[in-house]
């Protein structure tokens, strides 16, 4: 495939509540999109950097800067590309997994309209549909959390995960579990807030039988995860410290997890997403697709990975309404509990180009010759 050339766009996309996590509080999504011209199609991808470095170091600027600067060039020198050769090209290029998935996957959409295959067909989805959980974000009050909480179960979500921070854990969870009793499926996510020295505090989440407790400590201590794995019954689940297929082999190696959240964004694309998955499924690991309040673009290719075999819990692959009122795409929206894995070609949604339009805030070419 050749591509004529790259076009950054920067969207702003209104949240339809702000979120709050133990790293910040968010009220709009500031999008970099990635569109790649291939001539016979273009391929969208999305890079799921926050405008400020709170969940990883990456942030949107940085990301927009490193592909204009030298993966766009780099790409540009290349005869022909599919998204296996992408993924060589950028390898030189230290980290910033989250601006080289944006090319990655825009690439790799392109490449699939042209071939007439969906993401779900190449990534290997098994499912058409995938259970939906919902991350419900630190409240103010405990009611407040209770009323939010209510809203997700009724819309049909099979699995909630409440964001916990020092000082918002163990009566949030205990209430919702005497609320809405022992059989809905129940979990946790820190966000790093915590350290080894709150081991036995967080052993006190074990009563709540949460399905799991998700990225409790730093990204980088993962013998921390190991040493708080033997004092909790609650399984300990990475995000942040997943960084790659081989961190996730080594996470597994020194018991620092039992559970898996892939995020392609954090693992530097779709391709390395998969080889995580798989990693994860030899050793018998379950996973769950994370998110990062994606567009319709980086939920439809979200939703496709979501449906490989290994996916066994339900993912943060809300529909689109959890976090806004309209889309780039058509909606992803709840059919009992379940969303759809788009079946056309690429990504399999269409942009919205009103919205689109609307929702802009800059865009930049940048040619390839
Ligand atoms: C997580 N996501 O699993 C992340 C973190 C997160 C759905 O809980 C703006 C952009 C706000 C990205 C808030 C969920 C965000 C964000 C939270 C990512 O850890
Ligand atoms: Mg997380």
Not at 119 to 140: E, K, N, T
Not at 166 to 195: K, S
Request: some cysteine.
């Amino acid at each position: 495939m050749k591509i004529a050339g790259i076009e950054l766009r920067r969207i702003a996309m209104p949240l339809v509540a702000p979120f709050r996590t133990s790293f910040g509080t968010e009220t709009e999504r500031d999008v970099l999109l990635v569109r790649v011209d291939a001539g016979d199609a273009e391929g969208w991808g999305e890079c799921v950097a926050m405008s400020e470095p709170l969940y990883s170091y990456e942030h949107v600027d940085g990301a927009a800067e490193l592909i204009r600067r030298f993966l766009a060039p780099a790409l540009a020198a290349a005869p022909a590309v599919d998204a296996y050769a992408v993924d060589e090209i950028f390898q030189p290029y230290k980290g910033h997994p989250m601006a080289k998935t944006a090319v990655e996957m825009a690439v790799l959409d392109a490449q699939l309209r042209i071939a007439g295959m969906s993401f779900g067909g190449f990534l290997g989805a098994v499912r058409d549909r995938v259970p939906a959980g919902v991350s419900v974000g630190i409240m103010d009050t405990v009611p407040q959390l209770l009323a939010a909480v209510e809203g997700y179960l009724a819309a049909g979500y099979l699995r909630i995960k409440l964001k916990i921070e020092p000082g918002w854990d163990l009566e949030p969870v205990r209430a919702v579990r005497e609320r809405f009793g022992p059989d809905i499926l129940l979990q946790v996510d820190a966000n790093t807030a915590y350290t080894l020295a709150d081991a036995r505090h967080l052993a006190r989440l074990d009563p709540y039988d949460l399905l799991l407790i998700e990225q409790p400590l730093p990204e980088d201590d993962l013998r921390g995860h190991a040493e708080l794995a033997k004092v909790m019954r609650t399984p300990v689940c990475l995000d942040e410290s997943i960084t790659s297929a081989r961190a996730a082999a080594d996470a597994i190696a020194l018991g620092a997890c039992s559970v898996v959240n892939i995020k392609p964004g954090r693992v530097g694309g779709y391709l390395e997403a998969r080889r995580v998955h798989d990693v994860c499924a030899a050793n018998g690991v379950p996973v769950w697709c994370g998110g990062m309040l994606e567009t319709g673009l980086g939920r439809a290719a979200n939703v496709a990975l979501a449906a490989l075999p290994g996916f066994v819990l339900p993912g943060d692959t809300s529909a689109s309404d959890r976090y806004y009122r309209a889309d780039i795409t058509a909606p992803f929206v709840l059919e009992d509990g379940h969303v759809r894995v788009p079946t056309a070609a690429g990504l399999g949604v269409e942009i919205d180009t009103a919205q689109l339009a609307d929702r802009t805030t800059a865009t930049e070419w940048i040619p390839f010759s």
